[in-house]
């Protein structure tokens, strides 16, 4: 997210923003954020419904990734900083939740896979074994029971 948009939303100045950034550098590391280079944002300028660089606040902008818009909620010091703060952390637990319970559902479908897997064995093996019933050749049997001698029936 970039700087400008993100004191809209913690409810700070941009230059503000900027400032609390600048000295806590090593809060931000290079995948927390970054700057846009004026290439960029003359691409961005050109692209998007942003009328000039001036509306990105006359410097070049500085673009936040989710763990850069989680560090910034906690060294802004604003009210809604800490209410942003705390909801990310709220989603954060319930994503972790939620992928808990895929977790089982993936276990059950390997389950069922192995299953399956199974089921398919033991039905090709019986396919195969129906197979060699069908092309095996009859050959006339001799009749079972008590015989009789001399029996003209």
Same mark, same amino acid.
């Given at each position: 997210m970039l700087d400008s948009d993100l004191s809209i939303m913690y409810d700070v100045k941009a230059i503000r923003l900027r400032q609390q950034v600048k000295r806590n550098t090593e809060r931000f590391p290079s995948h927390f954020m970054f700057q846009l280079s004026q290439v960029e944002v003359d691409f961005m300028v050109s692209q998007n419904v942003i009328p000039s660089r001036s509306h990105l606040?006359?410097? $070049?902008?500085?673009? @936040?990734?989710?763990?850069? +818009? $989680?560090?910034?909620?906690? +060294? #802004?010091?604003?009210?809604?900083?800490? +209410?942003?703060?705390?909801? #990310? #952390?709220?989603?954060? +637990?319930? %994503?972790?939740? $939620?992928?808990?319970?895929?977790?089982?559902?993936? %276990?059950?479908?390997?389950?069922?896979?192995?299953? $399956?897997?199974?089921?398919?064995?033991? #039905?090709?093996?019986? @396919?195969?074994?129906?197979?060699q019933l069908i092309h095996q050749k009859i050959e006339p049997r001799e009749p079972v029971g008590f015989k009789l001698k001399n029996a003209d029936y």
């Open positions: 606040g006359g410097t $070049l902008p500085y673009v @936040f990734t989710e763990y850069g +818009v $989680l560090m910034l909620a906690n +060294v #802004i010091k604003s009210r809604r900083a800490t +209410v942003m703060s705390i909801k #990310i #952390i709220e989603v954060f +637990v319930k %994503l972790c939740e $939620l992928m808990m319970g895929q977790k089982d559902m993936l %276990l059950r479908f390997e389950q069922l896979e192995k299953l $399956l897997v199974q089921h398919d064995t033991d #039905i090709q093996a019986l @396919f195969t074994a129906l197979k």
